[in-house]
C-alpha cells in the first residue's frame, strides 16, 4: 500500500517524540495521528478496541470520547517492550481506519516491538 500518510510516535506518558508528515498527507491527519497514539498509550490498548469494549456504555463513550487528544479510532497501537509499556504509534491518513491500523501494525513488526498487551486474567506460562 503506497499512501501518504502521518506516523507519530509517542511515550509511555503519551508525550510526542517523533512526527512523520509524508508529502502529500492530509494535513488533518497530525493530529489525528497524534491523537491516536496517545488514546493508545493513555489506555495501554489500541484505542479502536478499547471504544469496542466500552460502545454499549453511552456514559464512557462520551466520558473517554469529550477527552482532549483521545481519539478513539483504528490507528493507534501501544508498543510493548519485555511485555511492558514503551509507547505508542498513532497511524492517520489513510482512506479508512483499518488502513491506518494495517500501516501501524506493520510498523510495530518491522520496529520488533510486540503486537499487543497480554490480556488481564491470562495465565502466566
Known amino acids: 500500500?503506497?499512501?501518504?500518510?502521518?506516523?507519530?510516535?509517542?511515550?509511555?506518558?503519551?508525550?510526542?517524540k517523533e512526527l512523520c508528515r509524508m508529502d502529500g498527507a492530509p494535513l488533518v491527519s497530525v493530529q489525528t495521528a497524534i491523537s491516536k497514539a496517545y488514546a493508545a498509550a493513555a489506555i495501554a490498548m489500541p484505542p479502536d478496541e478499547f471504544y469496542t469494549a466500552i460502545e454499549a456504555d453511552g456514559a464512557a463513550v462520551a466520558s473517554f470520547a469529550g477527552r482532549p487528544g483521545m481519539a478513539l479510532i483504528a490507528g493507534g497501537l501501544p508498543l510493548l517492550a519485555d511485555g511492558q509499556l514503551a509507547g505508542a504509534i498513532g497511524v492517520a491518513g489513510a482512506m479508512t481506519g483499518a488502513d491506518d491500523r494495517r500501516i501501524a501494525e506493520a510498523a510495530v513488526a518491522a520496529l520488533g516491538f510486540q503486537p499487543e498487551m497480554p490480556r488481564r486474567g491470562a495465565q502466566e506460562e
Not at 500500500?1 to 509517542?10: A, G, H, K, N, S
Open 1 to 16: 500500500m503506497r499512501v501518504p500518510v502521518t506516523v507519530v510516535i509517542v511515550d509511555e506518558s503519551g508525550v510526542l
